[in-house]
C-alpha cells in the first residue's frame, strides 16, 4: 500500500492541522492570523498544502536535508525535488487543496511566509497563477534571491538582518524568521495606507532602517547568507481590508 492508500484509508485519531502543528514560528504566524481575523493554510512535506481546519493524522515528514525524518534519503533514483515531491502529495493526499483552491474567491493580498526549501516546494504553483493573483503576492522571507525562482523576485519583501538588530522587538532565531517579518509587516507595515507593492517595499526598507545605526547596504543575491529551511513553514494571505480571505 502506497501512502497515498495509507493517507486515503486511515481510520485512526486525527487532528485541526491549526492545533496539530507545532514551534515558535507556526505559533507566531497562527497568532498574526488571528489578530488579522485571516484564514491560513499550512505548506506540508507530508501532507501538501492544507487549510487550518482540516483535520489530519499524525506524522513526521520534512524536505530539510538531514533531519532524521527528511523524505530525500528515501528517495532511492536521486531523482528527488522538492517540487516533484510536493506534485506528489498534492497528487495522493486526500487533504491536500491547490492554490487556486485555496484563494478562489478573493481579491486581497495574499501573504507568503516561508522558508526557501518550501518557497522551492510551491515555487511552480505560485509562478502559474494568474497575472492579476500574482501582483497580490507578498513573500516574506529570510531566503537568498539566488533560492528563489526568478520570475517571484519581484514579489519578495526587503526582509533581512536589520529584522534582528538589538533594537527589533522582531528578533528571534533564523528558522522562524519567515514567521518574524509577517509578524512586522501584519503589525508594521499594513495599518499603513495603500496596498502598492512598491509603496510598502519603501515602507518596509524605512522600518527596518530605523532599528539600525547607520545606513544598511543590502548585499547581492550572489552575496546573500546561506539559505535555511524550518520544518514548519506557512503561507498567509488576506482579503481586502477587513481581512477576512484565504491564507495560504
Known sequence: MNGGDRLKNYSGETYLASEFYGGR???????TAQKLNADMAVVSSGLGIIKEDTKIPPYGCTVVPGSYDSVKPMIIDNSFSPQGWMRSMQYASPVSKSLTDIIRGDNGLILVSLSAGYLRMIGQDLATLPAEVKERLRILTRAPLKDIRPDLHRFVMPYDKRLDSPLSSYRGTMSDFASRALQHFASEIMPL????KALQTRQINQSLDRLIEKPYKPQEPSL???SYDDELPLLDGLRDND???PCL
Do not use: I
Request: no cysteine; net charge negative.
Open 25 to 31: 514560528g507556526f505559533v507566531y504566524a497562527k497568532d
Open 224 to 226: 546573500l547568507d546561506q
Open 243 to 245: 481581512y477576512s480571505g
Open 193 to 196: 495606507e495603500g496596498e502598492n
